[in-house]
């Protein structure tokens, strides 16, 4: 069988769904802070922080996923957490106390958390040959899942029903890939033997991409950064700054991830067979900062819309490039690698609405502005990376 053929793409389905409920879930709070915040009684600038609580769970559980490959296969895992995933998806549907909800989104993070880490080094493991190709199109995925969760939960709140009904699409989901899961991965992930511990020494024993490793995740914290305040917060700008009514805000979100969208299909399936990894990551940046700013500039909202397509789509490919690339020069230890890569964008989110809130309250225009910064920031890095990998692991 050929490495890229379609049928093993098939097999990956269910990590790819995983990304897409992750997405789905995270972003269905985006559009409508405003009216949880009234549901719950609580501030928006205080409802913005369960997505800090979340990432503060995700953390913790991409830290332990590492160390549950050495225990349980792959495909137990999934089983075990999803199942766990459910109560509190139920509980968020009915309380109406913002600690209750802290807390709820603290351990669903916790969760994602785990599926995140085992979802994307089964992507890195897999079978076909490209790995760009399969991460970028997991990665779509999760632009999929952002794309519709928003325009659900918007179009939820402008039809009158109640929001809470919208974590029961989770739940479906949920039910949907532990079937995908039982069905289609079985079979690969008993083959797999559960992961033998790998001394650190071994990992870690080039000392010259272990300095290419740290290079990546400083790039991934401030690429993350500003990524997590465009997606929580540009809904919320757009109806308080620039007085978008809640449709026109929501899809100002679908429209950003329409544009990741496109651009993980092309970087996917063929810029990333004819464009080195390190130039493709210096257009992308390039593009999300021309884009930025005409979005933050502009008054006009067809100019707004189209500056957040190209946003997107310049933000597309950075984070899988950067994963699969750096990933690629760690023959073992994969989860340890994974949990490493993960660690600095889980930071970003966790910081973002933190960062978001304190500038928001001084000034609505910088709290938007303070992303072409961090993607500044970001072409540096990555052109110092991209020369470092030239010279010094050109073997």
């Given at each position: 069988m050929k490495k890229n053929a379609i049928i093993n793409y098939f097999f990956?389905?269910?990590?790819?769904?995983?990304?897409?409920?992750?997405?789905?879930?995270?972003?269905?709070?985006?559009?409508?802070?405003?009216?949880?915040?009234?549901?719950?009684?609580?501030?928006?600038?205080?409802v913005i922080l369960l997505i800090s609580y979340h990432m503060v769970g995700a953390l913790f559980g991409t830290i332990l996923s590492a160390f549950l490959s050495r225990k349980l296969k792959r495909i137990n895992i999934f089983i075990i957490f999803y199942i766990a995933l459910l109560p509190c998806?139920?509980?968020?549907?009915?309380?109406s106390n913002i600690i209750v909800f802290f807390i709820t989104y603290f351990f669903g993070g916790f969760i994602f958390g785990v599926i995140w880490i085992q979802a994307n080094t089964n992507m890195i493991e897999s079978t076909l040959k490209n790995k760009d190709s399969v991460v970028n199109t997991?990665?779509?995925?999760?632009?999929?899942?952002?794309?519709?969760?928003?325009?659900?939960?918007?179009?939820?709140?402008?039809?009158?029903?109640?929001?809470?009904y919208l974590y029961?699409?989770?739940?479906?989901?949920?039910?949907?890939?532990?079937?995908?899961?039982?069905?289609?991965?079985?079979?690969?992930?008993?083959?797999?033997?559960?992961?033998?511990?790998?001394?650190?020494?071994?990992v870690f024993a080039n000392k010259k991409t272990n300095l290419y490793l740290f290079l990546t995740i400083i790039i991934l914290f401030f690429y993350v950064t500003a990524e997590a305040i465009l997606v929580i917060w540009s809904p919320t700008f757009f109806r308080m700054f620039k007085h978008f009514d809640v449709q026109s805000a929501g899809l100002m979100l679908t429209i950003l991830w329409i544009g990741v969208l496109s651009g993980r299909l092309l970087v996917g399936f063929l810029l990333s067979y004819r464009i080195k990894t390190g130039y493709m990551l210096v257009i992308l940046t390039l593009l999300?900062?021309?884009?930025?700013?005409?979005l933050v500039y502009s008054d006009i909202k067809f100019i707004n819309y189209l500056a957040i397509f190209f946003a997107g789509f310049g933000f597309s490919?950075?984070?899988?490039?950067?994963?699969?690339?750096?990933?690629?020069?760690?023959?073992?230890?994969?989860?340890?690698i994974m949990t490493i890569l993960f660690l600095m964008p889980t930071a970003g989110y966790m910081s973002a609405p933190h960062l978001t809130r304190y500038i928001s309250q001084r000034s609505m225009f910088f709290s938007i502005a303070i992303t072409i910064f961090f993607m500044g920031i970001v072409l540096v890095l990555v052109t110092i990376r991209m020369c470092y990998r030239r010279k010094a692991l050109k073997k």
């Open positions: 990956e389905l269910p990590n790819f769904l995983s990304l897409f409920i992750a997405a789905f879930y995270v972003s269905l709070i985006s559009p409508i802070l405003i009216e949880i915040s009234n549901s719950l009684g609580s501030t928006v600038e205080n998806l139920i509980i968020l549907s009915f309380a997991g990665h779509g995925f999760y632009a999929i899942g952002a794309i519709i969760s928003p325009i659900v939960s918007s179009n939820f709140v402008k039809s009158g029903i109640n929001w809470r029961y699409f989770v739940i479906f989901f949920i039910f949907l890939n532990i079937i995908l899961f039982i069905t289609l991965r079985r079979k690969i992930d008993n083959i797999s033997p559960i992961q033998k511990t790998v001394s650190l020494k071994i999300s900062i021309v884009s930025l700013i005409f490919g950075i984070m899988p490039l950067l994963v699969s690339s750096a990933g690629s020069f760690f023959p073992k230890g994969k989860e340890i």
